[in-house]
């Protein structure tokens, strides 16, 4: 935990302190500890609705799901126009449809689908958009998903169909670790990254690839990003007079 919140739980030599403001004591470290963990630094933080780039990114995929459910492709089964045009198919990219690279960041498969990945956008997003400005933010979620893209298109048959976020959220979920290595929990948040990632991406019809090359990508980005911020947590200076 960062240490201007450590020196709360142990007191200085000699100092008495009861059981009741021990407790306090412990109950602030432990806060501490998890909050980053938990919640980030200043996750939750107000503005105008537009000024987040979240909420701007899952209108557009919800605004993408109801074009498509209103063609006929509700529970995703990609049997309309919009759904042939933005959706990955490997055989349609390698034909020239190079644009299903990108749109397919924006394109799910039922409501179960755009559900789940719209909730960990909105967790994960908020947690890098209170670190990164919005440039940074966008260059992770587009360079995650597109790196996701491509690597489906070179590692997958040609009739390989695909299209969600998830890519993109595993890249926020990258640059999450990158974010915890600056305020010294990188081991706890990568953990995290891990057992999400064993958790999402073994299952049938899930697309290993895009959650695997969308985590480094973010992770990478995060990375360099990070290291041109000034450090996340405790810092202290000193001013000498001779």
């Known amino acids: 935990m960062p240490r201007d919140n450590f020196h709360v739980l142990v007191p200085r030599f000699g100092e008495r302190v ?4 021990l ?14 963990i938990g919640s980030g630094y200043g996750y939750g933080k107000r503005g105008p609705w537009f000024s987040s780039p979240t909420n701007v990114l899952i209108l557009v995929n919800v605004i993408v799901f109801v ?3 209103a063609t006929g492709d509700f529970w995703g089964s990609c049997s309309s126009l919009t759904c042939q045009l933005l959706a990955q198919l490997n055989s349609s990219v390698l034909a020239g449809a190079y644009w299903q690279l990108f749109t397919s960041m924006f394109v799910h498969f039922g409501p179960e ?28 979620y587009l360079v995650s998903g597109l790196l996701g893209s491509v690597m489906t298109l070179v590692l997958l048959p040609p009739e390989t169909l695909s299209g969600g976020a998830s ?23 990568l ?12 299952l049938p019809g899930v697309n290993i690839f895009a959650h695997l090359f969308g985590l480094v990508g973010g992770l990478v980005l995060g990375l360099v990003f990070s290291s041109q911020q000034k450090p996340i947590g405790y810092s202290e200076s000193y001013t000498y007079h001779m």
Do not use: W
């Open 18 to 21: 009861g059981p009741k403001d």
């Open 23 to 36: 407790l306090i004591r412990c109950s602030n470290g432990c806060k501490a500890a998890l909050s980053f």
């Open 67 to 69: 074009v498509m459910s």
């Open 113 to 140: 689908h755009i559900l789940f990945n719209m909730f960990g956008l909105y967790y994960f997003g908020r947690l890098n958009e209170n670190v990164f400005s919005t440039p940074k933010f966008l260059a992770i």
């Open 167 to 189: 890519g993109v959220i595993f890249g926020l979920v990258g640059s999450y670790v990158a974010i915890a290595r600056r305020a010294q929990h990188m081991g706890a948040a």
């Open 191 to 202: 953990l995290y990254a891990l057992l999400i990632f064993a958790q999402s991406s073994f």
